[in-house]
């Protein structure tokens, strides 16, 4: 074992580098996100070169696709009182801001041997939905299944979100998901062998305005009915959870202590290495180019890696899916839309719950590493797959978190970037078949909370798909639904 350190900053030895080349990881996005270097404070100044030259050293690693990882904004460490005094027109849009990627690196990083030529099921998308149903078809013996990924395994909303997991929800479909979501994570580590870092600190709402105040007052009578303990506290019994919060303008909070917190990364890894070992071909840097239909159904799916013939084809491409579909001739009726979020240097652990603000949309929590995460959605951003990082961003939250937590005025911010979020018109998923060709199954629409979602949405999915038992999740939340009107609004969305 060495115990050279190659990133002082996040304790990342050579040998976690060189034990993530050998699992496969041959790009620098990868190995950060599966061994964490160059997270810390430096971001990468003292380790990015030193990993680069381990990988460019491996047998098979072409030197084109050694590739720095994308630098993140702000440039230096900067306090968040520093970014909360930036002037912001708050009626004017968003700019698209600083571009997530340096160049055109996936072409470099394509595998050169082909797709396999058939296959049962062909899940396009290598986010959590993707990865998490291949894991569950997969246990369930369906194990001819490969997941097509254009990019590396975390770069879609599944490698940028929050990581909030919580049972407080507007409809009981989605609590019920989310409970059995809650157990699958306790379970994840020892089925799985890897720490996904849940945290069950609770999430506490904070409503300013009468009206989300009694959304949380009813929501949470929903929540006690379904045996969610949720429980309506005024700001004194909400300061008592977090003394430093200022609640400045809160009328009321919701608060369940179940709720929590998860490191997404390794989740999105334990998923696809579980999924593997049993079979399923994870295949990434694979673009999905084309959708081939024959008599009313899907013959093959076209990549750049060549043509896959299969049996089901799943569309689980995120805020991309609209555009993956309209290769089949499907339109969809959800819309990306950027949203923001940051990370700051990691503090001593002093933040119990998640806390959001559902009038602004604002969330923060503190992450087992210390860092405080955090983000908020922007009523001008319009739609599209923008992932630009903006110093908009910077200043709104930064203003709207010190507002409440000035204590953090001090507190620097290490990095920001954004995803998109996958939104439908009723903030509900689209799943199930699709009308008129059948064998397309949709598993996209999971506006800013797929991520909890998913392992009991791709349990359910995989059950319903081996069994071939009716299951009314995929017929009341159908495509159909959107010309027929039968749509469920959710109305617990943050940002
Ligand atoms: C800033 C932010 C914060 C969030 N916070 C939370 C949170 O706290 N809790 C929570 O539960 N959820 C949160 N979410 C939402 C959550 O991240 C998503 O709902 C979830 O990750 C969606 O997973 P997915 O697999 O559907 O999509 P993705 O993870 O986006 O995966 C789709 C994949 O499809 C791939 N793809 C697209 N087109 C093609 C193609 N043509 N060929 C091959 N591959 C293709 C993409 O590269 C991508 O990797 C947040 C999202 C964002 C952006």
């Given at each position: 074992?060495?115990?050279?350190?190659?990133?002082?900053?996040?304790?990342?030895?050579?040998?976690?580098v060189?034990?993530?080349i050998?699992?496969?990881?041959?790009?620098?996005?990868?190995?950060?996100?599966?061994?964490g270097?160059?997270?810390?404070?430096?971001q990468?100044?003292?380790?990015?070169?030193?990993?680069?030259?381990?990988?460019a050293?491996t047998?098979?690693?072409?030197?084109?696709?050694?590739?720095?990882?994308?630098?993140?904004?702000?440039l230096?460490?900067?306090?968040?009182?520093?970014?909360?005094?930036?002037?912001v027109?708050?009626?004017?849009?968003?700019?698209?801001?600083?571009p997530?990627?340096?160049?055109?690196?996936?072409?470099?990083?394509?595998?050169?041997?082909?797709v396999?030529?058939?296959?049962?099921?062909?899940?396009?998308?290598?986010?959590?939905?993707?990865?998490?149903l291949?894991?569950?078809?997969?246990?369930r013996?369906c194990?001819?299944?490969?997941?097509?990924?254009?990019?590396?395994?975390c770069?879609g909303?599944?490698?940028?979100?929050?990581?909030?997991?919580?049972?407080?929800?507007?409809?009981?479909?989605?609590?019920?998901?989310?409970?059995?979501?809650?157990?699958?994570?306790?379970q994840?580590?020892?089925?799985m062998?890897?720490?996904?870092?849940?945290?069950?600190?609770?999430?506490?709402?904070?409503?300013?305005?009468?009206?989300?105040?009694?959304?949380l007052?009813?929501?949470a009578?929903?929540?006690n009915?379904?045996?969610?303990?949720?429980?309506?506290?005024?700001?004194?019994?909400?300061?008592?959870?977090?003394?430093q919060?200022?609640?400045?303008?809160?009328?009321?909070?919701?608060?369940h202590?179940?709720?929590?917190?998860?490191?997404?990364?390794?989740?999105?890894?334990?998923?696809?290495?579980s999924a593997?070992?049993r079979?399923?071909?994870?295949e990434?840097?694979t673009?999905?180019?084309g959708?081939?239909?024959?008599?009313?159904?899907?013959?093959a799916?076209?990549?750049?890696?060549?043509?896959?013939?299969?049996q089901?084809?799943v569309?689980?491409?995120?805020?991309?899916?609209?555009?993956?579909?309209q290769?089949?001739?499907?339109?969809?009726p959800?819309?990306?839309?950027?949203?923001?979020?940051?990370?700051?240097?990691?503090?001593?652990?002093?933040?119990?719950?998640?806390v959001?603000?559902?009038?602004?949309?604002?969330?923060?929590?503190?992450?087992?590493?210390?860092?405080?995460?955090?983000?908020?959605?922007?009523?001008?951003?319009?739609?599209?797959?923008?992932?630009?990082?903006?110093?908009?961003?910077l200043?709104?939250?930064?203003?709207?978190?010190?507002?409440?937590?000035?204590v953090?005025?001090?507190?620097k911010?290490?990095?920001?970037w954004?995803?998109?979020?996958d939104?439908?018109?009723?903030?509900?998923?689209?799943?199930?078949?699709?009308?008129?060709?059948?064998?397309?199954?949709?598993?996209?629409?999971f506006?800013?909370?797929?991520?909890?979602?998913?392992?009991?949405?791709?349990?359910?999915?995989?059950?319903?798909?081996?069994?071939?038992?009716?299951?009314?999740?995929?017929?009341?939340?159908n495509?159909?639904?959107?010309?027929s009107?039968?749509?469920?609004?959710?109305?617990?969305?943050i940002?």
């Open positions: 074992m060495s115990k050279a350190l190659v990133c002082p900053c996040e304790d990342v030895t050579l040998d976690d060189e034990g993530a050998a699992k496969g990881f041959h790009d620098v996005e990868s190995i950060k996100r599966y061994t270097f160059g997270t810390g404070i430096c990468g100044k003292s380790c990015l070169n030193t990993v680069a030259q381990v990988l050293r047998p098979g690693v072409a030197p084109a696709a050694v590739l720095p990882f994308t630098p993140r904004p702000p230096e460490p900067t306090e968040l009182g520093v970014l909360a005094a930036l002037q027109d708050e009626a004017e849009a968003p700019s698209p801001g600083v997530p990627f340096l160049g055109a690196p996936v072409a470099a990083l394509r595998p050169e041997e082909p396999p030529a058939r296959a049962d099921v062909v899940i396009i998308g290598g986010g959590i939905m993707g990865l998490a291949a894991h569950n078809l997969a246990k013996g194990t001819d299944v490969v997941v097509l990924e254009k990019d590396y395994l770069a909303a599944s490698g940028r979100n929050g990581g909030g997991v919580r049972m407080q929800w507007g409809t009981e479909a989605n609590i019920e998901l989310a409970k059995r979501s809650v157990e699958l994570m306790k994840f580590a020892g089925e062998g890897i720490n996904i870092w849940l945290r069950q600190g609770g999430y506490l709402f904070l409503a300013k305005s009468q009206a989300i105040a009694e959304r007052e009813r929501n009578k929903l929540h009915r379904h045996g969610v303990r949720t429980e309506i506290l005024s700001p004194e019994a909400a300061r008592e959870l977090v003394p919060l200022t609640l400045k303008d809160v009328a009321l909070a919701a608060y202590p179940e709720d929590g917190v998860i490191f997404p990364w390794p989740f999105l890894w334990g998923y696809a290495h593997r070992k079979g399923v071909r994870v990434t840097f673009h999905v180019t959708l081939l239909r024959s008599g009313g159904r899907l013959a799916v076209q990549t750049d890696r060549g043509e896959i013939a299969c089901t084809v569309l689980a491409s995120g805020a991309w899916s609209p555009q993956v579909a290769l089949a001739g499907v339109a969809l959800n819309q990306p839309h950027r949203h923001e979020i940051l990370s700051t240097e990691p503090l001593k652990p002093f933040l119990g719950p998640l959001s603000l559902l009038d602004s949309g604002l969330y923060f929590s503190q992450s087992m590493r210390g860092e405080i995460v955090g983000g908020m959605g922007d009523p001008r951003e319009p739609a599209g797959l923008e992932q630009g990082s903006t110093l908009r961003f200043g709104r939250f930064a203003r709207a978190l010190t507002e409440q937590l000035p953090l005025g001090k507190v911010v290490l990095r920001q954004a995803g998109c979020y939104v439908t018109p009723d903030n509900n998923p689209i799943l199930g078949r699709t009308p008129g060709l059948e064998n397309l199954l949709q598993m996209s629409g506006v800013g909370h797929g991520f909890m979602m998913a392992p009991a949405v791709a349990e359910r999915m995989a059950e319903w798909m081996v069994s071939g038992q009716a299951d009314d999740l995929f017929s009341r939340f495509l159909a639904r959107f010309s009107g039968t749509l469920e609004r959710e109305d617990m969305i940002g």
